[in-house]
């Protein structure tokens, strides 16, 4: 093959990835993600990051975003599935996708600590709110949700640092909505809440979407729009 028809060819797998990820994240909003654990759910429910991962490395994507999709799809199958074990893995799994985010927005922006103070300070407030709102619901979880908070609202400030990438900062803090969403559902509603399920869908699109935005936004060298 030529060069041309391998930069064509990478292309093509690129766009084909992400639109795989795509229908597979509509489909599980549509149809799953309010539904209780199953096989199918699971299987659904961890297509669209690997795909997005996919898209990036066939195309020379940043190494830090493979990385960062990879772990949220280990989170994504251990959070399909019921208990305090599986929600440990998922915890870990994506704090360390938080973590390489942080990485990749720190070397790819300018200094965050240059953002507007009143952005910075609300990130701050609200990392602060959890004691109050969420940690004393966590039970023995506590200690694992604190250091998550601290993760989280450290890769919304390095996000703050990007303004030549909105996109990217736009997916950074749906992330953060997502889980703010998840912490709620977990430890502060009930399962026969009539919230279940809309916070459901609203949370999935956030999470997802915002892992889109993230990648079309930072994910390559030049924004995918």
């Known amino acids: 093959m030529t060069p041309f028809e391998i930069i064509a060819l ?65 989170g994504d199958i251990a959070l399909a599935r019921d208990g305090e074990r599986p929600f440990l893995v998922g915890l870990i799994a994506f704090a360390c996708a938080h973590v390489a985010f942080i990485v990749h927005f ?24 959890t ?37 990217a900062t736009l997916g950074a803090f749906a992330f953060l909505a997502s889980d703010t969403l998840l912490s709620l559902q977990l430890f502060r509603m009930s399962d026969t809440s009539r919230w279940q399920r809309p916070v459901s869908i609203a949370l999935w699109v956030l999470y997802a979407g915002g892992q889109f935005l993230i990648l079309a936004g930072s994910g390559w060298a030049t924004p995918l729009f």
Not at 62 to 69: D, F, G, K, T
Not at 106 to 129: K, Q
């Open 106 to 129: 720190w070397m790819l922006g300018s200094a965050p600590l240059t953002a507007p103070w009143f952005a910075i300070a609300a990130i701050l407030v609200f990392a602060f709110s």
């Open 10 to 74: 990478r292309q093509t797998l690129k766009f084909t990835f992400l639109a795989i990820g795509l229908l597979a994240a509509l489909i599980y909003a549509v149809f799953f993600c309010h539904r209780p654990p199953s096989r199918a759910k699971t299987i659904v429910k961890a297509i669209p990051m690997p795909a997005f991962a996919a898209a990036a490395a066939i195309s020379f994507g940043h190494p830090a975003v493979v990385i960062a999709l990879l772990l949220s799809a280990v």
């Open 131 to 167: 004691e109050r709102w969420l940690i004393p619901f966590a039970g023995d979880m506590r200690w694992p949700v604190r250091v998550y908070v601290v993760l989280i609202a450290l890769m919304g400030v390095t996000a703050l640092g990007l303004p030549a990438l909105p996109l």
